[in-house]
């Protein structure tokens, strides 16, 4: 067999091997698509709308989201929709606003917005002016559950005048709201009470809502929470043209230390750590604070003790001691002119005698050689205790 039958054999060899082995992937995996959740984005995080702005760009409604109350002093079109998220009673509905979007709504604008206070009796307000003057008053029920008997609330089907498919809504049952003026033309009403009214203001319309969790980023794909909102923008539209939608949120400016842990929560936890960790360094956990004994000064004996066991350390105590025997030596010449004519004995006794030390104490002084630091240390001791008395 040539070179080139021997290469073609053994390409169709390896080609059938692909083959095989691709047969048999193909009949034991199959592909399979995995959703995986992962955390919101910044943009996420800042617009709780988001998804329902996306979702009504995506059924072509001109859709526009904003932070902050800029748009309340430059209000639209009032052909538009502006869904004020997020108003409570925080001093940014002033009264020349409320004059303005009420003037707004009367040329044709569909302000919808969330009722948050409850009605006080006592009080004969909610603490909202601005929704307190159309007579929208929300109450909470005042439930007694049975842990045995206690059921989930079901959600609340409607459908827009005209008919139109039954769509089915998850309102917060707790609130509910009454139209005390007697306005509403228009409502969705539960076994709870009304979570819906809608106020006509001159040729615009005014919808109050007891709560927007079902438009907001976790709930807006829930039931037909996206399809509701999407018609109710749409059957706002007082002429043939499609109204753009305003979606006002962030209108409660946060604190300072609410601004800056949302911008630099990092930042917040280590400077928290640094002032928890100076606090624990700096306190005083165990007793009395010690003593700087560097401040204190020495006494005589605790400086010989330092000084000998320097000396015996480094080696160089037998060379501090005969340094010290020789000037005793000479002091004693100096008090003493006959002091080499006496005997051993003789010296011991007059040494014994003028410094009250036992003889014993002075022969080792004198003549012997220690054999640790602690008899260095006190031959030391007794050397300078001689110069002193001599």
Known sequence: MNQRASYLLWSFVALLAFA????????????????????PGNEARINPYLAA???LIKNDVDTNSLGGSKLLDELPSSNDTIFLANHRNNGLLTEERHTALNDWMSEGGHLITVIHTLWDE?????????LDSYGVRQYKHDYSYDEDETEETPPTETRFAGGGETLTL????????FDYNEAAYAGIESQQGYHLLQIGVGAGTLTVLTDDWLWRNRKIGE???????????QNSAATESLPKVWIVHDLEFPSLLGLIWNKAPYA???????LVFSLWAAYNRFGPPLLDNHRIRRSLLEHLDACGHYHWRH?????LLATLRDQLQQLLERHHPSWHQLTPKEQFEWLSKRSNQPQLVLSRALIHQPQNEHEFTHIVQTLKSLRKTL
């Open 170 to 177: 998850d309102f917060n049952p707790s609130f509910y709201m």
């Open 268 to 274: 917040v936890i280590t400077i928290f750590l640094l």
């Open 20 to 39: 095989a082995g691709s047969l048999w992937f193909l009949a034991n995996y199959e592909l399979v698509e995995e959703t995986f959740h992962t955390a």
């Open 53 to 55: 702005e996306r979702f």
């Open 223 to 233: 039931h037909d929470h996206a399809l509701f909102f999407h018609n109710l923008v």
């Open 122 to 130: 006592e009080l004969n307000s909610s603490g909202d002016p601005f």
């Open 315 to 319: 080696d160089q105590g037998n060379t």
